[in-house]
């Protein structure tokens, strides 16, 4: 059978999700930020929530994903997403709302507005893309740096005495009252692919039926700022990015309530 | 006996050359090209070996751009 009879006579086994419009994406080549931006599509378009999701934006590379998903979106200040998410929730509590945020965003100048946000229980889910740089400025240090991690601002790779240590976001988030749901995932494997995106979905379910905040972070690959291949990114990824921010879930109320 | 077969259509003009669909596939169907590159300069995937393909999907999930779209089919 030649390749035209088996796409004119086969069945469709995989093709990119519809809320992922044409607009050719801005991301460097093998981005992690292209394959979530897909996960989060397929996702709201099996909830049935395409006119019912809202998405917050800040600063970071990850910003224009207004441009390319098909929900509302408003885009936010630098490290603002949280709170701009907050009054649109409590504004129109029948929507999906959610931020998408960069580690330098929700971490950096925006830590104060993650924890307090999440810590208030809103009805929101934070993506958080961990990527252990600051990717669209031209890779500074941010607080998810690895020790030892070459930056251009730790030319001499991170130091604990002179830059602190790497901030586990996502385990301060599991130890507040406020959260429902908090999950480490990645997309770097078809298998990867496959969890975080179970675990995206059940953040959105849990967020909409208010039992608190969710956040579900992605380690994710910034090949420019790491300045590698994004074969080679995806590598380092998951050699030396899983060991410091291990993978799963942190937190999770709703096993709680079944047991 | 019966065979999977797969077949994949590849969005070039989107494709930016990253080659995580090619070490993703577990059937070497893929590679990026040597001879060509698209209008934005990018040495595209292509799919050099298609009578490999099982259809797997492996390379469209991986593929940050959307760029893969795969179809596929019992042989009998
Ligand atoms: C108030 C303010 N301060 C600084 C900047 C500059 N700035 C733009 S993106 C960015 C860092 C983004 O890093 P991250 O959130 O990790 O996103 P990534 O690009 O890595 O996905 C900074 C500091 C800005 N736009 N606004
Ligand atoms: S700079 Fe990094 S985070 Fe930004 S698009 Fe390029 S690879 Fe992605
Ligand atoms: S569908 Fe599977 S076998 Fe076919 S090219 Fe893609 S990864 Fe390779
Ligand atoms: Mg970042």
Redesign the interface.
């Known amino acids: 059978?030649t390749?035209e009879e088996?796409?004119q006579?086969?069945?469709?086994?995989?093709?990119?999700?519809s809320l992922?419009n044409?607009n050719?994406?801005h991301?460097?080549?093998?981005?992690?930020?292209?394959?979530i931006h897909?996960l989060i599509a397929e996702v709201i378009e099996e909830m049935g929530m395409a006119d019912k999701a809202i998405g917050v934006s800040p600063v970071g590379c990850g910003v224009f994903i207004y441009k390319y998903l098909d929900i509302d979106f408003q885009e936010a200040a630098h490290g603002r997403a949280p709170a701009l998410a907050t009054g649109i929730k409590r504004v129109l509590p029948d929507r999906l709302v959610f931020t998408y945020q960069g580690d330098g965003d929700a971490a950096g100048i925006g830590g104060n507005e993650t924890l307090h946000a999440l810590n208030r229980g809103e009805g929101i889910t934070i993506i958080f893309i961990n990527n252990a740089i600051y990717g669209m400025t031209g890779g500074q240090m941010s607080p998810m740096t690895l020790m030892g991690q070459v930056t251009a601002t730790s030319p001499y790779g991170r130091e604990a005495a002179i830059h602190g240590y790497p901030l586990k976001l996502a385990e301060i988030a599991a130890q507040l009252e406020g959260t429902a749901y908090v999950t480490r995932q990645s997309?770097?494997?078809?298998a990867a692919?496959r969890k975080a995106k179970l675990a995206l979905k059940k953040a959105f379910q849990i967020s909409m039926e208010e039992k608190g905040s969710c956040l579900v972070e992605f380690v994710g690959t910034c090949s420019s700022g790491w300045k590698m291949?994004?074969?080679d990114a995806?590598k380092w990824m998951s050699e030396q990015m899983f060991l410091y921010y291990p993978k799963g879930d942190l937190k999770d109320i709703t096993k709680k309530e079944k047991s | 006996m019966a065979k999977i077969?797969?077949?994949v259509?590849i969005d070039q003009d989107?494709c930016?050359?990253?080659?995580?669909c090619v070490?993703?596939c577990p059937t070497q169907t893929l590679a990026l090209s040597t001879t060509s590159v698209n209008h934005r300069g990018?040495a595209f995937s292509e799919?050099v070996n298609?009578d490999a393909c099982i259809?797997?999907?492996?390379c469209?999930?991986?593929?940050?751009?959307?760029?893969?779209?795969?179809?596929?089919?019992r042989?009998e």
């Open positions: 059978m390749k088996i796409i006579k086969g069945s469709l086994a995989y093709e990119k999700p992922l044409n050719t994406m991301y460097c080549p093998g981005c992690s930020h292209g394959v897909k997309v770097e494997s078809v692919i291949t994004p074969v995806n | 077969r797969g077949a259509v989107r930016k050359g990253c080659r995580l070490v993703a990018y799919d298609p259809g797997c999907s492996s469209a999930q991986v593929c940050p751009d959307g760029c893969i779209t795969v179809y596929k089919i042989e």
